[in-house]
């Protein structure tokens, strides 16, 4: 899921030193939207200027962001009931600052905030916080709409004994692709280009 997330492109070497989130082991998700649909990707115009979410910014909150995003999404596909918005943590910790800061003094309003139930939904559609997205990264899709591929007959392992470092090395390796399964039901926000106001 990491390279999912992260992975721009596939090395003849990967150097994990160089990408520590993957990048280099194969194209994820996100790097598929951005070279097959760019015009679902929600990103500044001007890479010098960002995108800004809060007060007096281009999005007042995260409700607003997360319904443009859903905007993206192919309109035959819109509204099938599945979609979900997956919102990364940086983004999800904000939002529910603001509402400390709005309710926090209310005791029943904080045990809401603290239970999630304030932040269940964004944009009408159900938010989740998943592993390894990036903090500041909207994706609007269905879960069954993202998929990793892999070929039976590709599995390649080796079992190594390895005496000078008392061990056993277990070498695996598999052909397998990152796969976006209809791409007018796939939508986001690229994070390099929003910016928090406060």
């Known amino acids: 899921i990491l390279v999912g997330w992260s992975g721009t ?87 529910k600052s603001t509402l400390y800061a709005a309710q926090g003094q209310k005791p029943t309003e904080k045990e809401r905030i603290e239970e999630v139930k304030v932040t269940e939904t964004y944009g009408g559609l159900p938010s989740l916080l998943v592993p390894f997205f990036p903090v500041m990264g909207v994706v609007v899709t269905s879960l069954d709409n993202l998929s990793i591929y892999y070929q039976d007959s590709s599995w390649r392992r080796h079992l190594l004994e390895n005496p000078k470092r008392s061990r056993a090395e277990d070498f695996n390796g598999r052909n397998e692709g990152y796969v976006i399964e209809q791409l007018g039901k796939f939508a986001a926000l690229e994070g390099s280009s929003l910016e928090l106001v406060r």
């Not at 082991?25 to 500044?44: D, F, M, T, Y």
């Open 9 to 95: 492109h596939a090395a003849v070497q990967t150097d994990p030193a160089k990408y520590p989130q993957l990048e280099d082991v194969n194209k994820g998700w996100l790097q598929i939207a951005r070279e097959q649909i760019p015009e679902q990707v929600l990103k500044s115009e001007d890479p010098a200027k960002k995108i800004t979410l809060g007060p007096g910014g281009d999005y007042a909150n995260l409700d607003a962001l997360v319904h443009d995003v859903k905007q993206m999404i192919d309109p035959v596909m819109r509204d099938e009931g599945d979609l979900v918005a997956i919102i990364g943590s940086d983004l999800l910790a904000a939002e």
